[in-house]
T-cell receptor, first 116, second 115 residues
Framework: AQSVTQLDSQVPVFEEAPVELRCNYS??????LFWYVQYPNQGLQLLLKYLSGSTLVKGINGFEAEFNKSQTSFHLRKPSVHISDTAEYFCAVRTPYGGATNKLIFGTGTLLAVQP | DAGVIQSPRHEVTEMGQEVTLRCKPI?????LFWYRQTMMRGLELLIY????????DSGMPEDRFSAKMPNASFSTLKIQPSEPRDSAVYFCASSPLGQGSYEQYFGPGTRLTVT
């Protein structure tokens, strides 16, 4: 079974500062990894995903994440945040296998609070 | 291109009443997921379907909750009778199955308030 840990429930940061949101996962098999963002009163939307290949993946809105297999991590980064980045960010994992086991396992979320 | 459609967007009902939430997945997607989100419990997967067949309903809280997917373009989540602790935002998501794209596409959610 897979699990995801987002240790930081909230990350306050000033506008134009860099930010890193941490995600660690546990799995006995290979995994696919995702970051979703949820703006207030909206559904979740995909920021980026890692399926295979380059361990550095770039997503929308200037975000990027790096897959580190040895540390079982998939941290999300942005070099300079904007007020509009204030949202809840969810890390998720699933197995590469299709069929019945295609559900995502979500972390508990990290609220990114960007202050002026 | 329409995304996942959910209705109603807001529902206020009294305890004991039946509530039905509706979802239309993205055309061509054959996996459908129902989630519940609350401050206390975060995002919980309630049930999911592949090709209209329920695969995993282990997240359904209790017998008061039921979900159906009569065809590929429609699903319902029903709560009968509703209780105040059911108040939450309910999300529907859909995904292609086995087609190389593994992300889920979420609807805007239904905010349910049970008084």
């Amino acid at each position: 079974a897979q699990s995801v840990t987002q240790l930081d429930s909230q990350v306050p940061v000033f506008e134009e500062a860099p930010v890193e949101l941490r995600c660690n996962y546990s799995s006995s098999v290979s995994v696919y990894l995702f970051w979703y963002v949820q703006y207030p009163n909206q559904g979740l939307q995909l920021l980026l995903k890692y399926l295979s290949g380059s361990t550095l993946v770039k997503g929308i809105n200037g975000f990027e994440a790096e897959f580190n297999k040895s540390q079982t991590s998939f941290h999300l980064r942005k070099p300079s945040v904007h007020i509009s980045d204030t949202a809840e960010y969810f890390c998720a994992v699933r197995t590469p296998y299709g069929g019945a086991t295609n559900k995502l396992i979500f972390g508990t979320g990290t609220l990114l609070a960007v202050q002026p | 291109d329409a995304g996942v459609i959910q209705s109603p967007r807001h529902e206020v009902t009294e305890m004991g009443q039946e509530v039905t939430l509706r979802c239309k997945p993205i055309s061509g997607h054959n996996s459908l997921f129902w989630y519940r989100q609350t401050m206390m419990r975060g995002l919980e997967l309630l049930i999911y379907f592949n090709n209209n067949v329920p695969i995993d309903d282990s997240g359904m809280p209790e017998d008061r909750f039921s979900a159906k997917m009569p065809n590929a373009s429609f699903s319902t989540l029903k709560i009968q009778p509703s209780e105040p602790r059911d108040s939450a935002v309910y999300f529907c998501a859909s995904s292609p199955l086995g087609q190389g794209s593994y992300e889920q596409y979420f609807g805007p959610g239904t905010r349910l308030t049970v008084t």
